[in-house]
């Protein structure tokens, strides 16, 4: 547990991304199986990079770390103000 310490911020925040796309997605109507394989295929992925990939990309935490919470960052930016015209929409 003590080598995975550096990316457990990542971890937690991976989640909250998840859910931002998993609402910008119905939001948009997407067909919600072919979303849930996609999700699933992508976790299937990330988890395969993250198993064998680990102990190569340790001495790249840091920046591992602040490209992913720029990338979460900016994709919460971009889900709030996507949703800005619906929301101006209820209050008319």
Known sequence: M?????FLILLVFGNIENLIL????????VNPV??????LLAVILWLSVGT???????KYARYINFIGGL???ILGVQAMLESIP?????FH
């Open 2 to 6: 003590g080598e995975l310490k550096p």
């Open 22 to 29: 998993a609402a910008q997605g119905v939001a948009a109507s």
């Open 71 to 73: 990338a979460i960052f």
């Open 86 to 90: 619906g929301i101006l929409a209820f």
């Open 34 to 39: 072919g979303l849930s394989m996609l999700s």
């Open 52 to 58: 064998f990939g680990t102990k190569m990309a340790m």
